[in-house]
């Protein structure tokens, strides 16, 4: 067999194992993948067994996680969405793709895919490769800052400077905010430097609330974006923000909500706290109709394209996708100079 595709048989147990060529249908391209980014966040609530998915369905009629009547949860095969590659095969009803031509979507961790051409998004002209990789964690990003309604000159926190929180951080900044960085690692405090951020502050040493409000004269920020998936870095952006501020809650949270105190500063203060979450309809409240994740997605790379954003000096590592088994151990480890680890096939 040719084609080659990442599975989890359990918590922490993962290979990569061969699997069938897809036939190619109308509507379609098959896609080498060159490269595919790994993300420290939803993977590794899935390599660790902490994905709510895991052990309950998600019913989407309802909208809610109801009590598991499928199949076992594992083996998650084809998991991943931070996939670049390059097309080697075109269906004849399919116009504007060639053999060839790179493009940048989702279809996991694997050598190859069969998909709707649609899916398959032509990378811009002269753009590393390697850049696409961070569609997907850009749109997540960009998602957290449109659901903030920053404004030229406001005082934003950004909470976690991971991979997703440094995007966010870029973007920011972008946007007009006097952002202030927020994370325990130092190294990923000078990348937030580098990329825009007027202050930085190490929660392992500091209070991020007591500091965001020094550098507002004892008001708060205007708004608080949490990127790290941590309860008590959430209930902290509470603490750091202004009365009647607004915190985003675009983290993916896990297990039971320790740390997090609601009856303190996010009631006495009457916090706005929103979700941002890139996939399904409106992706960021408040945007109704106007952006949808693809346009997110499409927006990011644009930025990428024109040089605003650089996300290349946040792969870390890259290894050959045999060894994808000792790169989720290097990202389950959350060693501070670890940022994108990147499979390359």
Known sequence: MSNWVVSLAGPRHVRLEPCPTDRLGPGQVRVRTRYSGIS?????TLYRGSNPRLRKDWDAGSRMFVPR???????????GYEEVGEIVEVAPDVAGRRPGQLVWGIWGHRAEAVLPA???H????????????FARPGAIALTAVLAGDLHLGDWVGV????VIGLLGTRLAALSGARVVA????????AHATRLGARRVVDAAADS???ALRAATDGRGADVCLELSGSYPALHEAIRATAHAGRVVAAGFYQGYAHGLELGEEFHHNRIQLVAAQVSGPDPAPGTAGRWSGTRIAHTF???VAEGSVDPLPLVSHVVDAGAVADALALLDRGDGDVLQVVLRF
């Not at 420290?40 to 590794?44: C, D, M, N, Q, S």
């Not at 009547?69 to 998991?79: K, R, S, T």
């Not at 032509?122 to 990789?133: F, R, S, W």
């Not at 927020?182 to 405090?189: C, K």
Request: aromatic content about 6%; glycine content about 12%; cysteine-free.
């Open 208 to 210: 991020p609330a007591a």
């Open 301 to 303: 790379m644009d930025l």
């Open 40 to 44: 420290a966040g939803t993977e590794l």
């Open 159 to 162: 909470f976690g400077q991971g």
């Open 118 to 120: 649609t899916a398959a």
């Open 69 to 79: 009547q499928a199949a076992p949860a594992y083996p998650v095969v084809g998991f």
């Open 122 to 133: 032509p990378l811009p002209p002269g753009l590393d490769p390697l850049a696409a990789v």
């Open 182 to 189: 927020v994370d325990r690692m130092p190294g990923r405090l």
